[in-house]
């Protein structure tokens, strides 16, 4: 059984940068895409972005393209997200989780495994 970890958040300013970490543990890791979710309060989970099983192809919600970037090691089996140019807006608890394929989407049924979750907030 696949599990997930996140780590690497923390406070942050405006502008600044942060790499979050997605550990797995279980041998489905290989067979699965991932993707990072996150959710401030009160507002529903949202997907960030996906990445397939080989990491040769990754999507990105409309509000994170052009500043965060997921990459996948399938040696660690660890998958990253690499945030820069974070905005107030961006402040929320990551979630990564897995599906078959990233095709879904950010459609949350189509995921599981999700990992506890990791707390960035971006503020001066």
């Known amino acids: 059984q696949l599990q997930l970890v996140e780590s690497g958040g923390g406070l942050v300013q405006p502008g600044g940068s942060l790499r979050l970490s997605c550990a797995a543990s279980g041998f489905t890791f290989f067979r699965s895409a991932i993707g990072w979710f996150r959710q401030a309060p009160g507002k529903e989970r949202e997907g960030v972005s996906c990445i397939s099983i080989s990491g040769g192809t990754a999507d990105y919600a409309d509000s994170v393209k052009g500043r965060f970037t997921i990459s996948r090691d399938n040696i660690r089996k660890m998958v990253y997200l690499q945030m820069t140019s974070l905005k107030p807006e961006d402040t929320a608890v990551y979630y990564c989780?897995?599906?078959?394929?990233?095709?879904?989407?950010?459609?949350?049924?189509?995921?599981?495994?999700w990992g506890q979750g990791t707390q960035v907030t971006v503020s001066s």
């Open positions: 989780a897995a599906a078959i394929d990233c095709a879904s989407g950010f459609e949350l049924s189509q995921y599981d495994s």
